[in-house]
């Protein structure tokens, strides 16, 4: 583990370095520059509404002085969406006005922020909270990202969350092996993992990985600077 790494909260001029790193992760943990026209496309769902509308939940890990991954999430899936609907999305939808799908994964993107997808009920009632992480590649597999998820898992308990949900691209290996890995269920589109025995650290909450799909959580792990 590089000792030259900290976790910190996630501040407002953090906001290039969560388009960024949210770019150079998009492709199940790898560098996405080549799949969309617009840099800033992935980072308008999966990081930047995050620094904007909970950032009392977003952490970054800074090495070398800059950012080189961070972890957001929020207490109330729900609610967060009615948020993004109302303050966020209309104002992506100016950004991105005129722009034509050129690259593979441009046009998914863009029709998720015209009609962005709200998550399953029955799993927002049971697992409020979601949370997302990314990491740059060089300091993926570092045991990091545990530490990540257990500042972000530290935060919503602190928020009175009982029970949190996150979400894995199926893709990226590195970021499933750090995950406790229990019995699996088949549920609809996805993979569910019910991840029991997971706060070690006596975190005290519910935990479900969904894969695939975006949004939502796990165990423990912080060193604040």
């Known amino acids: 583990m590089d000792n030259s790494c900290f976790i910190r909260p996630a501040i407002e001029a953090d906001i290039d370095a969560f388009f960024d790193i949210c770019l150079k992760t998009a492709n199940g943990g790898e560098d996405a520059s080549a799949l969309y026209s617009d840099p800033h496309l992935p980072g308008y769902i999966w990081s930047v509404p995050y620094l904007k509308f909970a950032k009392d939940f977003a952490f970054v890990l800074v090495q070398d002085g800059r950012p080189a991954g961070y972890v957001v999430g929020v207490p109330d899936t ?9 303050n966020w999305w209309p104002f992506v939808r100016q950004q991105i006005a005129g722009l034509a799908p050129t690259r593979p994964r441009d046009a998914d993107v863009m029709e998720r922020i015209q009609n962005p997808r709200s998550g399953t009920a029955w799993l927002q009632d049971q697992y409020p909270a979601h949370l997302h992480i990314n990491i740059l590649p060089g300091l993926q597999a570092s045991g990091w990202g545990r530490r990540m998820i257990g500042a972000e898992l ?3 308990r602190h928020h009175g969350v009982g029970a949190v949900h996150l979400g894995v691209d199926p893709n990226n290996e590195r970021a499933r092996g750090f995950l406790p890995s229990p019995r699996l269920f088949r549920i609809r589109a996805g993979w569910l993992r019910r991840l029991r025995n997971a706060d070690r650290r006596g975190i005290g909450l519910k935990h479900f990985l969904v894969s695939p799909g975006h949004g939502k959580a796990l165990p423990p792990g912080y060193k604040h600077p």
Do not use: E, S, V
């Open 78 to 86: 729900t609610r967060f969406d009615r948020d993004l609907q109302t």
């Open 154 to 156: 530290q935060a919503l």
